[in-house]
């Protein structure tokens, strides 16, 4: 059962129902644990077991570590609690990765014992479904246990439906107990708030996964699965469309998880806070996938000592969180480059802010529209070119796609591309009318300098950049809001292309 | 209209308006409502319009809806769009006193198994002769048809029952699509219909001689531009060689055109099937297994066919095996004498 199924609609409807029916938040969070399991069987099947085991024992944990007489057994606790909650995502997400990298680590010691004993097999493990999520969500309760900055739940049904909750429990956001139970102490009513930005945010998060990142996506994967036949402009133009695919992908995944939980009643946190309009490496991981960035920094970063510790060990913190971040999202050395290249990125940012911060505080044309524009370009051009480690997983390829981003062949011929993708909205624009993307380019180009000139016009954009687009419908009179529902159903049902693909954020 | 500022204040104040759940659940019913039917009207005026004169597949459905007793239809590939002239064949039918009209349904990159599902509207039209076009590659174990050409024809022609088999899986579905699922799957329309009407009422251009390929016209042969050199006319021969193999067995492009061939017969339809000509170096790489096979299988088919695989050397194409116009002409001559001859036996 997938968001975009009419499964989920007649499923999120009979919830909704059901959940009203009954007055007793006991009653109506028993069916809500139900329901979020019955959701994850239908999607993952026996994994439910999983699922149950990870809330089992962090659940037990979180009590344990509580009622610990000392600081000694309670660290033990921890520790094995942490291990336990990380065997399962270590063996389904990790196992094969790890046995590949000890197969070629050992390889040149040529000792056979040593090699005899290590040939571990490959095995055709399925990762089960939002299990990096929710392990994540489970460790962090435990944490903050030990922590002592929440007490444990009482009532497994609550700590149950905190793990479970359908909206969050396949791609996230990663939800802190402390921001998800503290709801569950009053019973549930549908609002007609809640059912405006709900249906608000649903519909919303469908334009952005169906219509702009499934369109997107033709053009991408059709530059990235050869991309040694294309020059710089198809690299760059396939890392601008894959750039465009993942966030709307993963932001509209959320946007619907948001949705069906704001119908619920149950709010989960924000995930995306304009990324791309991010000044430097370190504001985007304050915007992209916030759950998890602040869960590494809070789990990870600060406990090696953060910035605590003197420049070097900030760098090397930074360093391995990033690192992990990478591995966090899949076992490829594709995913371990990315991280380290963004702790890289942060690094570099850090170690040029602390010099050279004052300097540029002194020029006045670097503090306001020219300047911010160059931050921003300059930022998202390294991240971008972040995405290419993302998305080619086969490093020589990567190579490739990266010295022509980097280094441009100057062989900007549009027919050079030559890439067929009819399927797409953007590809078949592309495909009948190649001057589109010179008229885009020039209205950038024009755009940006009528920007840098004009105060008014730059506070408009900023304006229009920055609005909250889903609150500011959801709180319009209901007349125009019918008009924005009737405008994005219909741009669903003409723009839905016919080769749809999974949200990217399912296989981490 | 929508006002900024208005929406500004309600933005900043954050205050909902107050409405029941109720009242709500019918703005979103509506809405979905109102969608829904402007999709429709969109399909139905702009995408179905658009599709009828851009889409040869649906003019030539529209071409069968009319009576051919009389006349010649003529089926096939590029090969057959580029290698014969319906003027030039009823120019020299003509002079031998035969008074007829030629029909050049031929289509790009077609095999008796994409044209099958017209079958019956073909049959409906019940012309006097069919002749079909082939090459090696229509008889080659392949399926990798077109597939929106069975999504746009789906909800005017029938698929029998026992053809199913010798399509894949999307190819049967596409065929076999409900009218809700047609009206759904047109959606993939919606860019070009658009494009088209810009182009054709605001813009007001014409065409490009590709585009006009896909146009109502089955008289004109569609001309390709690209006259190759000759070198590259032996390169694009060696191209997909794999798709030249046929085997002994039978596949179903073969059960394609042997169904064909009974259905028409059945029905007093003449047929007659054309080995079209060409180019020598596309030729020379067929292997003999391939020809004997090939040949066979045509003898199997229980009708006349004539073999002009090897009849014109490479000055007559413009590539691989697509007639020039000194070909088409000279081709077209001896396709009417095929087809005078067959009158006569007829008569």
């Given at each position: 059962?997938?968001?975009?199924?009419?499964?989920?609609?007649?499923?999120?409807?009979?919830?909704?129902?059901?959940?009203?029916?009954?007055?007793?938040?006991?009653?109506?969070?028993?069916?809500?644990?139900?329901?979020?399991?019955?959701?994850?069987?239908?999607?993952?099947?026996?994994?439910?077991?999983?699922?149950?085991?990870?809330?089992?024992?962090?659940?037990?944990?979180?009590?344990?570590?509580?009622?610990?007489?000392?600081?000694?057994?309670?660290?033990?606790?921890?520790?094995?609690?942490?291990?336990?909650?990380?065997?399962?995502?270590?063996?389904?997400?990790?196992?094969?990765?790890?046995?590949?990298?000890?197969?070629?680590?050992?390889?040149?010691?040529?000792?056979?014992?040593?090699?005899?004993?290590?040939?571990?097999?490959?095995?055709?493990?399925?990762?089960?479904?939002?299990?990096?999520?929710?392990?994540?969500?489970?460790?962090?309760?435990?944490?903050?246990?030990?922590?002592?900055?929440?007490?444990?739940?009482?009532?497994?049904?609550?700590?149950?439906?905190?793990?479970?909750?359908?909206?969050?429990?396949?791609?996230?956001?990663?939800?802190?107990?402390?921001?998800?139970?503290?709801?569950?102490?009053?019973?549930?009513?549908?609002?007609?708030?809640?059912?405006?930005?709900?249906?608000?945010?649903?519909?919303?998060?469908?334009?952005?996964?169906?219509?702009?990142?499934?369109?997107?996506?033709?053009?991408?994967?059709?530059?990235?699965?050869?991309?040694?036949?294309?020059?710089?402009?198809?690299?760059?133009?396939?890392?601008?469309?894959?750039?465009?695919?993942?966030?709307?992908?993963?932001?509209?995944?959320?946007?619907?998880?948001?949705?069906?939980?704001?119908?619920?009643?149950?709010?989960?946190?924000?995930?995306?806070?304009?990324?791309?309009?991010?000044?430097?490496?370190?504001?985007?991981?304050?915007?992209?996938?916030?759950?998890?960035?602040?869960?590494?920094?809070?789990?990870?970063?600060?406990?090696?000592?953060?910035?605590?510790?003197?420049?070097?060990?900030?760098?090397?913190?930074?360093?391995?969180?990033?690192?992990?971040?990478?591995?966090?999202?899949?076992?490829?050395?594709?995913?371990?480059?990315?991280?380290?290249?963004?702790?890289?990125?942060?690094?570099?940012?850090?170690?040029?802010?602390?010099?050279?911060?004052?300097?540029?505080?002194?020029?006045?044309?670097?503090?306001?529209?020219?300047?911010?524009?160059?931050?921003?370009?300059?930022?998202?051009?390294?991240?971008?070119?972040?995405?290419?480690?993302?998305?080619?997983?086969?490093?020589?390829?990567?190579?490739?796609?990266?010295?022509?981003?980097?280094?441009?062949?100057?062989?900007?011929?549009?027919?050079?591309?030559?890439?067929?993708?009819y399927d797409s909205l953007?590809g078949a624009a592309?495909n009948l009318?190649?001057?589109?993307?010179?008229?885009?380019?020039?209205?950038?180009?024009?755009?940006?300098?009528?920007?840098?000139?004009?105060?008014?016009?730059?506070?408009?954009?900023?304006?229009?950049?920055?609005?909250?687009?889903?609150?500011?419908?959801?709180?319009?009179?209901?007349?125009?809001?019918?008009?924005?529902?009737?405008?994005?159903?219909?741009?669903?049902l003409c723009f839905t292309p016919s080769a749809?693909?999974?949200?990217?954020?399912?296989?981490? | 209209?929508?006002?900024?500022?208005?929406?500004?204040?309600?933005?900043?104040?954050?205050?909902?308006?107050?409405?029941?759940?109720?009242?709500?659940?019918?703005?979103?019913?509506?809405?979905?409502?109102?969608?829904?039917?402007?999709y429709f009207?969109l399909i139905h005026f702009v995408v179905d319009t658009d599709l009828r004169t851009s889409h040869r597949e649906i003019?030539?459905?529209?071409?069968?809806?009319?009576?051919?007793?009389?006349?010649?239809?003529?089926?096939?590939?590029?090969?057959?769009?580029?290698?014969?002239?319906?003027?030039?064949?009823?120019?020299?039918?003509?002079?031998?006193?035969?008074?007829?009209?030629?029909?050049?349904?031929?289509?790009?990159?077609?095999?008796?198994?994409?044209?099958?599902?017209?079958?019956?509207?073909?049959?409906?039209?019940?012309?006097?002769?069919?002749?079909?076009?082939?090459?090696?590659?229509?008889?080659?174990?392949?399926?990798?048809?077109y597939e929106d050409r069975f999504g746009l024809i789906s909800q005017?022609?029938?698929?029998?029952?026992?053809?199913?088999?010798?399509?894949?899986?999307?190819?049967?579905?596409l065929?076999?699509q409900?009218?809700?699922e047609h009206l759904w799957y047109e959606r993939k329309f919606i860019g070009g219909a658009v494009f088209h009407l810009v182009r054709?009422?605001?813009?007001?251009?014409?065409?490009?001689?590709?585009e006009?390929?896909f146009?109502?016209?089955?008289?004109?042969?569609?001309?390709?531009?690209?006259?190759?050199?000759?070198?590259?006319?032996?390169?694009?021969?060696?191209?997909?060689?794999?798709?030249?193999?046929?085997?002994?067995?039978?596949?179903?492009?073969?059960?394609?055109?042997?169904?064909?061939?009974?259905?028409?017969?059945?029905?007093?339809?003449?047929?007659?099937?054309?080995?079209?000509?060409?180019?020598?170096?596309?030729?020379?790489?067929?292997?003999?297994?391939?020809?004997?096979?090939?040949?066979?299988?045509?003898?199997?088919?229980?009708?006349?066919?004539?073999?002009?695989?090897?009849?014109?050397?490479?000055?007559?194409?413009?590539?691989?095996?697509?007639?020039?116009?000194?070909?088409?002409?000279?081709?077209?001559?001896?396709?009417?004498?095929?087809?005078?001859?067959?009158?006569?036996?007829?008569?």
């Open positions: 059962m997938e968001f975009n199924s009419i499964e989920f609609f007649i499923f999120l409807i009979s919830v909704l129902i059901l959940i009203n029916c009954l007055r007793k938040a006991y009653y109506q969070q028993m069916i809500l644990v139900a329901a979020s399991y019955l959701f994850y069987w239908s999607t993952s099947n026996y994994f439910v077991l999983l699922l149950l085991f990870i809330t089992v024992i962090s659940y037990q944990a979180g009590e344990a570590i509580h009622s610990a007489a000392d600081l000694v057994r309670k660290k033990v606790l921890l520790a094995a609690a942490l291990i336990l909650l990380l065997i399962p995502l270590g063996f389904f997400k990790y196992y094969n990765f790890g046995v590949e990298i000890l197969s070629q680590a050992t390889l040149p010691l040529n000792y056979y014992p040593l090699n005899y004993y290590l040939n571990l097999p490959i095995l055709g493990l399925l990762l089960p479904i939002g299990i990096s999520f929710f392990t994540f969500s489970a460790i962090s309760y435990v944490i903050d246990i030990y922590r002592e900055t929440i007490q444990p739940e009482e009532k497994f049904y609550r700590y149950a439906l905190f793990i479970s909750y359908f909206p969050h429990l396949l791609s996230g956001p990663i939800v802190r107990a402390g921001q998800f139970l503290p709801q569950l102490k009053n019973s549930i009513r549908l609002s007609p708030a809640n059912l405006k930005t709900g249906v608000t945010l649903m519909v919303w998060g469908f334009v952005k996964k169906f219509v702009v990142a499934d369109n997107c996506a033709p053009v991408a994967n059709a530059i990235f699965s050869h991309p040694t036949s294309f020059n710089s402009l198809g690299i760059i133009i396939g890392t601008i469309f894959f750039g465009i695919q993942i966030y709307c992908d993963f932001s509209g995944y959320i946007d619907i998880a948001l949705g069906a939980a704001e119908l619920v009643g149950l709010h989960l946190p924000q995930n995306f806070f304009r990324p791309y309009l991010s000044k430097n490496p370190t504001e985007f991981w304050r915007r992209w996938n916030i759950t998890l960035s602040s869960f590494i920094r809070d789990y990870i970063y600060i406990p090696l000592g953060g910035n605590r510790k003197g420049t070097l060990r900030t760098y090397f913190n930074v360093e391995i969180s990033m690192l992990l971040c990478g591995l966090w999202h899949g076992a490829a050395w594709n995913f371990v480059i990315w991280g380290g290249y963004h702790g890289v990125l942060q690094s570099v940012h850090k170690y040029i802010s602390g010099r050279t911060g004052s300097f540029f505080k002194k020029l006045p044309s670097l503090n306001i529209h020219l300047g911010l524009l160059v931050k921003i370009f300059i930022t998202q051009y390294f991240i971008f070119l972040g995405w290419i480690m993302f998305r080619v997983g086969n490093l020589s390829d990567m190579m490739y796609c990266i010295s022509k981003y980097v280094l441009l062949d100057f062989n900007f011929s549009y027919q050079s591309i030559g890439i067929k993708f953007f592309l009318a190649p001057e589109i993307l010179l008229v885009l380019v020039s209205a950038c180009i024009i755009g940006l300098i009528l920007l840098v000139r004009n105060d008014v016009l730059m506070k408009k954009v900023t304006g229009f950049l920055t609005t909250d687009w889903t609150r500011f419908f959801s709180s319009v009179p209901n007349t125009y809001w019918m008009l924005y529902l009737i405008t994005m159903i219909f741009i669903l749809g693909s999974e949200f990217i954020y399912y296989q981490f | 209209m929508l006002k900024w500022n208005k929406c500004q204040r309600y933005h900043q104040a954050m205050e909902p308006d107050k409405a029941s759940i109720f009242s709500l659940i019918v703005f979103i019913i509506f809405s979905v409502s109102i969608a829904l039917s402007a009207l003019a030539i459905l529209d071409f069968y809806q009319q009576p051919h007793d009389q006349d010649i239809v003529i089926l096939g590939s590029s090969y057959v769009t580029e290698g014969i002239d319906s003027y030039q064949v009823e120019k020299s039918l003509r002079e031998k006193g035969i008074n007829r009209s030629v029909y050049n349904l031929g289509m790009q990159a077609e095999t008796p198994l994409s044209r099958l599902p017209e079958l019956e509207n073909l049959i409906a039209s019940r012309p006097r002769i069919v002749i079909i076009g082939l090459g090696y590659r229509d008889l080659a174990n392949r399926t990798d048809i005017r022609v029938y698929l029998d029952e026992n053809y199913r088999s010798f399509y894949n899986e999307t190819q049967a579905d065929l076999t409900s009218p809700v054709d009422r605001i813009l007001r251009e014409k065409m490009s001689g590709r006009a390929l146009d109502t016209n089955f008289k004109d042969p569609w001309l390709l531009t690209t006259n190759l050199t000759e070198e590259m006319k032996v390169k694009k021969a060696q191209e997909d060689e794999s798709q030249d193999q046929i085997d002994a067995d039978l596949n179903p492009q073969k059960m394609a055109l042997l169904s064909t061939v009974n259905r028409l017969r059945q029905n007093n339809i003449s047929v007659i099937i054309i080995s079209m000509p060409m180019n020598s170096y596309y030729s020379d790489r067929i292997n003999t297994s391939s020809r004997q096979n090939f040949s066979r299988y045509l003898n199997e088919t229980g009708v006349p066919w004539y073999d002009f695989e090897r009849e014109y050397p490479s000055a007559y194409f413009i590539d691989e095996g697509h007639m020039n116009s000194a070909g088409r002409t000279d081709f077209s001559s001896k396709v009417a004498a095929i087809i005078a001859d067959s009158e006569k036996k007829g008569a």
